[in-house]
């Protein structure tokens, strides 16, 4: 019967040490849980997109795809390149993302534009590094 105490004893310490990192683990879910939903909220009172517009739909789903541009827009939306060109457009000049050109050409030859929300990469990789 003396074996039986110090094998119940590591399995105690075990279960307590993962609980107390099951409970660490929680806590930090918990204290960063809110942070990407407050950036989104945050920038769609940013942007003058409002409703249902391809703008307001883009800032709503920016976690999927911090990185997009018009091509995977109109096809995830179901809108015109055209349009969703000038929703990205608009999210740029609102400060909500930022435009980068990359060397990459597409067919035309032009450099490929895509459009990134910096400050939710930013903030993900801050959460993730914490």
Not at 38 to 53: F, K, Q, T
Not at 65 to 93: F, M
Request: glycine share 6%.
């Amino acid at each position: 019967m003396g074996t039986v105490c110090p094998l119940l004893g590591a399995g105690i310490a075990s279960v307590l040490y993962h609980s107390e990192s099951s409970a660490s683990s929680f806590a930090w879910m918990h204290s960063v849980e809110d942070r990407p939903g407050s950036l989104l909220a945050s920038l769609a009172d940013r942007s003058r997109s409002r409703g249902e517009s391809v703008a307001a739909r883009v800032i709503r789903n920016l976690p999927v795809p911090p990185i997009v541009n018009a091509e995977t827009v109109a096809e995830r939306y179901g809108v015109s390149r055209q349009a969703a060109h000038e929703a990205l457009e608009l999210l740029a000049e609102d400060g909500v993302l930022t435009e980068r050109s990359f060397s990459r050409r597409t067919k035309s030859g032009r450099p490929r534009q895509m459009f990134m929300s910096t400050e939710l990469i930013d903030l993900l990789s801050e959460i993730i590094t914490d």
